[in-house]
């Protein structure tokens, strides 16, 4: 017994009092039905579908509206109430501007604020009073639980409350009010948030995302390969410096650099301008709803891409020739390349090469940089590691994250589980001795965990091992034989671009692989899940996102709009409550506008997973887990300090 530790405890709970009152508490909350846990998946950027998702918490919101305003509200008044909680500040604007009558508007906000009321009661009956109240506006906190926990038997306090709702509007508080309710029911239908990898990269916000999850009640990170590459990036790896930007060239997204991190390109446009031309293969990628870009902005666009790639593909060659663990020998590219020719050999098959742009390789030392390529790195990896922004997000991401979580009985993972093609797991040597499942995951997140610690240290085997979770074969992230990135670029033979993916991708359907893998992350294979990212689903071609009889769920439908005409959706989301899983289907997200206008939501389709025989409750979660904990040391307290 650490008696030091419970003479500390002693400050906080000084009589004997404190301490049984703390215990009965904490009893009674393991008893209370465990909360709604919302997972979502690579988010790429895409904030406004994001948010949306979030604010609905996946249909939450909606359902319990028709849950308990079933007999009152019509199917159009459901969608317009639901809305108003979704957006309220635009919702309540577009109202209080369609209403010229003050009287008709004065009874609209009296219904809605009772309304707002009982559907809070609602939504927070399975939580404590506490953690209600830590939910509600603070502002308007005495009022709203004088309104929410209101008992008027006997009617003697019926002008009392109706008086207390005029007064609201009467002073000009109830779109506040209204406000404030709407976001605690938003908060109070999802209890915890999983975002399972990928937020960054793609798409043209993933820092709003960012700072949406850093004002989380309570969320973790299962990081994604793209967001591995970012704090590979900010840990001091050139390479991965290299590849965040060659993206957001590739996606026309260089101001989430240069506007958002304060990020300098210019010495790196001065650099492409002056070695590169424009080039077809280089160009960036615009969607359909991407916004207005000319003609010269787009060549420019094409140079600076083409610039940072020759540097990533340089320097690729050093860590591939240092690391022979990586097994990365044939990755080459530039000392594959007869430059005389414009040809490369890869397989024992020779590739003529189209869209080149080699002017700056030196062909008898193609890993050499040149002196302004040097500086210009020299000059980016600076700015990174100097943005106060990036080193907060990072920080987060670091501090949130992980490669896999197990929580509440399943595995969350983004990527894979590297295993051999008979569905034992794959193993990796690396320094001398040999890892795979658990194991091997647990060395690569401690060194992603010793890279960020020590940015200083630029060239070291960590860092190395950061840039191989994005790249190399046996990463549970990346999950595939090789990273054809050169080829994309040059070669038309699509049979060179084709990533040829782990068995882990395959084996996933089968049962009794996925039962092995949980048992491996020493969780129960009868009743636990694998939740993935990471692949998109093709819905459109019938591929099914809840494979081996219910043990794998991939959630990665396709947040991304790149993904989406091979995808046929916008993403799937997972809800977890005491009842069960449920998997919902999203199609694409419009707009904010198209919602507040039309009352238009983005879910399709929900899908039972797993249903509880019985009602799960906290004690059998994680939280509840640390609620044991607090209470055996209550006791131990209570025998210490106040049972001599």
Not at 80 to 90: D, I, R, S, W
Not at 315 to 321: C, D, F, T, V
Not at 373 to 390: G, N, R, T
Not at 399 to 411: F, T
């Amino acid at each position: 017994m650490d008696t030091k530790y419970l003479d500390l405890l002693a400050n906080k709970y000084d009589c004997e009092e404190k301490v049984a009152t703390e215990i009965i508490n904490l009893e009674a909350i393991l008893n209370l039905p465990k909360g709604t846990e919302h997972f979502v998946s690579d988010l790429h950027g895409e904030y406004n579908a994001f948010q949306h998702v979030l604010r609905n918490g996946s249909g939450n919101v909606k359902e319990k509206i028709k849950d308990l305003f079933k007999d009152e509200l019509s199917p159009d008044q459901v969608n317009a109430f639901a809305t108003l909680v979704y957006y309220p500040e635009e919702k309540l604007q577009m109202i209080t501007q369609e209403m010229e009558d003050p009287q008709q508007l004065n009874e609209w906000y009296a219904e809605t604020i009772e309304r707002m009321i009982r559907l809070v009661a609602f939504a927070s009956s399975k939580y404590t009073r506490s953690k209600v109240r830590k939910a509600l506006p603070e502002q308007f906190v005495y009022i709203v639980e004088e309104l929410l926990y209101k008992t008027d038997e006997f009617k003697n306090k019926k002008e009392y409350y109706t008086k207390i709702i005029q007064r609201i509007i009467s002073l000009k508080q109830a779109n506040k009010l209204i406000t404030g309710l709407a976001y605690t029911i938003q908060r109070l239908v999802v209890d915890h948030l999983h975002v399972v990898g990928d937020i960054y990269d793609r798409g043209p916000a993933p820092h709003k995302i960012m700072e949406t999850l850093m004002h989380y009640h309570s969320v973790d990170i299962q990081w994604g390969n793209h967001d591995v590459l970012w704090i590979g990036a900010f840990s001091g790896s050139k390479v991965c410096l290299a590849n965040i930007i060659r993206i957001c060239a590739r996606y026309d997204n260089l101001d989430i650099l240069e506007d958002v991190y304060g990020i300098n390109l210019r010495p790196l446009v001065n650099l492409a301008e002056r070695y590169y031309d424009d080039n077809p293969a280089f160009r960036p990628k615009l969607n359909a709803d991407h916004g207005e870009i000319t003609e010269a902005e787009k060549i420019q666009i094409a140079k600076i891409h083409q610039a940072i790639s020759i540097i990533q593909f340089k320097l690729e060659i050093p860590i591939i020739k240092r690391r022979p663990e990586f097994n990365m020998e044939h990755r080459l590219m530039l000392e594959k390349i007869d430059y005389e020719h414009h040809t490369i050999e890869i397989g024992g098959k020779t590739y003529p090469l189209e869209h080149t742009c080699f002017h700056t390789v030196d062909p008898t030392h193609p890993e050499r940089l040149l002196k302004e390529e040097k500086q210009v790195l020299d000059k980016l990896l600076f700015a990174i590691q100097h943005s106060e922004k990036l080193a907060r997000h990072m920080g987060f991401l670091v501090q949130k994250g992980s490669l896999y979580l197990k929580y509440n009985g399943n595995l969350l993972i983004h990527g894979c589980i590297p295993l051999n093609p008979d569905g034992s797991m794959k193993e990796m040597v690396i320094n001398g001795q040999a890892y795979s499942g658990k194991r091997l995951l647990d060395v690569f997140e401690h060194y992603l965990r010793y890279s960020f610690a020590h940015p200083e240290e630029t060239d070291d085997f960590a860092t190395d091992m950061v840039w191989y979770l994005w790249t190399g074969e046996n990463s549970s992230l990346f999950g595939k034989k090789d990273m054809t990135t050169f080829e994309r670029y040059f070669i038309r033979d699509k049979k060179t671009h084709v990533e040829q993916k782990n068995p882990y991708y395959k084996l996933r359907e089968q049962e009794k692989v996925c039962r092995r893998i949980l048992e491996e992350f020493h969780l129960n294979g009868e009743q636990g899940h694998i939740i993935n990212g990471h692949t998109p689903v093709k819905e459109i071609d019938g591929e099914n996102p809840i494979k081996a009889n219910g043990r794998m769920i991939v959630i990665d439908g396709g947040f991304s709009k790149a993904y989406q005409p091979t995808t046929g959706i916008a993403g799937y989301t997972l809800l977890y409550n005491s009842y069960g899983m449920q998997l919902v289907a999203h199609q694409k997200f419009t707009s904010k506008e198209d919602v507040l206008l039309n009352g238009t939501d983005v879910l399709s389709v929900r899908r039972v997973v797993d249903r509880e025989l019985r009602r799960k409750k906290v004690l059998e979660t994680n939280v509840g887990k640390k609620i044991l904990e607090q209470i055996s040391i209550l006791n131990d307290l209570l025998k210490y300090r106040y049972e001599k």
